[in-house]
């Protein structure tokens, strides 16, 4: 972590997952990084909680960066992307032959990780039956994979994340409340962008620059009136949301427009409208330029459903 003479907070090491990413000076983001500091070198169980677009992710990195750790594997994990038949099989390895298709053996996460970091995203999402079975690992600090009984001791610090109030899930029984005490040895609360809206100007420095020099395009910088605006905003998606709607003007070259709760857009004050439907052509022809004809990233480039972006490209082709 650096602080700067005008009190800001930066992930400033080149070892940064995203480079010179700003934080800010909001008190709650100041006293995380400290946190994370702290944690870093004790290597305790941490829960980072958050709306979802805060970033916590980026913070398990740091976490990562921060410590003794920084040279060993960072395993993610998306809870809510596990497989409930095979999830235990996926978390904690399994033997040859073990159940139908296991041709061969598995490390699962936890031992492919070993000596590193296990991150698990959205750890709310976990199924309730499996979360008996992460508790126990986390005490006895060993796994057994599926199809043995021998249990493999393991050394990886857990980083857990949720946009969840999981004190709620505990009271509604779908999380376990001794899972939830072991998870949060220390617990990072990730501000929402509405709540640290004097960070918003740094934020719209700091990936205006990015997309620039990333696209080629000369620098925007907002007037007054655009930058109230945009500080002015609610931000649903926070910080990743602000950072879309950067790229999304850059890589259009147009200057960026504020989306309304709708979901549809409209400009900024003092900024030449944008409307897609009407530079549908051009829109869809530069998205999948600056991704090299990706049309999964160049549909959340413009914001639009996957098979939206189908629909365009075939009336292009129709043309």
């Given at each position: 972590?650096?602080?700067?003479?005008?009190?800001?907070?930066?992930?400033?090491?080149d070892?940064?997952?995203?480079?010179?990413?700003?934080?800010?000076?909001?008190p709650?983001?100041?006293?995380?990084?400290?946190?994370?500091?702290?944690?870093?070198?004790?290597?305790?169980?941490?829960?980072?909680?958050?709306?979802?677009?805060?970033?916590?992710?980026?913070?398990?990195?740091?976490?990562?960066?921060?410590?003794?750790?920084?040279?060993?594997?960072?395993?993610?994990?998306?809870?809510?992307?596990?497989?409930?038949?095979?999830?235990?099989?996926?978390?904690?390895?399994?033997?040859k032959?073990?159940?139908?298709g296991?041709?061969?053996?598995?490390?699962?996460?936890?031992?492919?990780?070993?000596?590193?970091?296990?991150f698990?995203?959205?750890?709310?999402?976990?199924?309730?039956?499996?979360?008996?079975?992460?508790?126990?690992?986390?005490?006895?600090?060993?796994?057994?994979?599926?199809?043995?009984?021998?249990?493999?001791?393991?050394?990886?610090?857990?980083?857990?994340?949720?946009?969840?109030?999981?004190?709620?899930?505990?009271?509604?029984?779908?999380?376990?409340?001794?899972?939830?005490?072991?998870?949060?040895?220390?617990?990072?609360?990730?501000?929402?962008?509405?709540?640290?809206?004097?960070?918003?100007?740094?934020?719209?420095?700091?990936?205006?620059?990015?997309?620039?020099?990333?696209?080629?395009?000369?620098l925007?910088?907002?007037?007054?009136?655009?930058?109230?605006?945009?500080?002015?905003?609610?931000?649903?998606?926070?910080?990743?949301?602000?950072?879309?709607?950067?790229?999304?003007?850059?890589?259009?070259?147009?200057?960026?427009?504020?989306?309304?709760?709708?979901?549809?857009?409209?400009?900024?004050?003092?900024?030449?409208?944008?409307?897609?439907?009407?530079?549908?052509?051009?829109?869809?022809?530069?998205?999948?330029?600056?991704?090299?004809?990706?049309?999964?990233?160049?549909?959340?480039?413009?914001?639009?459903?996957?098979?939206?972006?189908?629909r365009?490209?075939?009336?292009?082709?129709?043309?």
């Open positions: 972590m650096v602080s700067h003479p005008d009190n800001t907070t930066t992930i400033g090491s070892r940064s997952p995203q480079g010179d990413w700003v934080l800010g000076e909001d709650a983001v100041c006293r995380i990084a400290r946190h994370v500091e702290r944690a870093s070198e004790v290597q305790c169980t941490v829960l980072i909680s958050g709306e979802t677009g805060t970033g916590k992710e980026i913070w398990a990195k740091q976490l990562h960066l921060s410590g003794p750790r920084q040279d060993k594997p960072f395993v993610p994990v998306n809870c809510a992307a596990l497989t409930p038949t095979l999830a235990e099989s996926q978390l904690f390895g399994h033997e032959g073990a159940f139908t296991a041709l061969g053996a598995s490390l699962g996460v936890f031992r492919a990780a070993h000596g590193g970091i296990v698990l995203d959205e750890v709310g999402e976990m199924p309730l039956e499996l979360q008996p079975k992460l508790l126990r690992v986390l005490q006895q600090r060993e796994v057994t994979p599926v199809g043995s009984s021998t249990p493999i001791p393991i050394d990886v610090q857990v980083i857990a994340a949720t946009n969840r109030d999981l004190d709620e899930e505990v009271a509604e029984g779908r999380f376990r409340e001794d899972l939830l005490f072991r998870l949060n040895m220390v617990e990072l609360e990730v501000p929402a962008l509405r709540d640290r809206r004097g960070d918003i100007p740094r934020f719209i420095d700091h990936f205006s620059r990015k997309f620039a020099a990333q696209y080629g395009r000369d925007w910088r907002p007037d007054a009136q655009t930058l109230r605006e945009f500080c002015e905003f609610q931000w649903p998606g926070n910080v990743r949301q602000l950072s879309h709607v950067i790229e999304q003007s850059y890589v259009l070259d147009c200057a960026p427009s504020l989306p309304n709760m709708s979901g549809s857009r409209r400009s900024a004050s003092a900024l030449p409208y944008f409307d897609l439907s009407k530079l549908r052509d051009t829109a869809v022809r530069q998205a999948l330029q600056a991704t090299g004809g990706h049309k999964g990233r160049a549909a959340r480039l413009l914001g639009v459903h996957a098979n939206t972006l189908t365009l490209i075939s009336g292009l082709d129709d043309e």
